[in-house]
């Protein structure tokens, strides 16, 4: 009696209230008898299932593919934001300005996105076999 006394949630009612606890905690322990006994809710485990579903191409999958000058793009702007490459940037600019003295500024921004990546690799290529 003091079990069924301890499901009283609602003074008002408290019948109901202790009869409410009982079936909710009979229903939880039939389901969680239920589901041990049963088995998982998944993939089938038949080999027909795995090669039909290997064998057709994938839904809703779109693979883009970029151009060449959208990847060397994407890659300077990478380097653009890392710390480690600023001096070898503002190190090229200053050699593309001393280059064209005229250019604007627009300009040599121009040239240092075109030029930058073949420098800077044979800048670290140098810096790495003088190491």
Known sequence: MKILKGYVKNHYCPEASMIERYITEESIEFCSEYMSKANPIGLPCNSWYYRRSTSKCLRGVNILSKSRSEVLQAHLYILNNIDEVIPY???????????????????????????????????????????
């Open 89 to 131: 940037i503002e190190d090229h600019k200053s050699i593309v300005k001393a280059n064209k003295p005229t250019q604007a500024e627009k300009g040599v921004l121009m040239e240092h996105n075109i030029t930058f990546m073949p420098w800077f690799k044979e800048e670290v290529l140098k810096d790495s076999t003088t190491s």
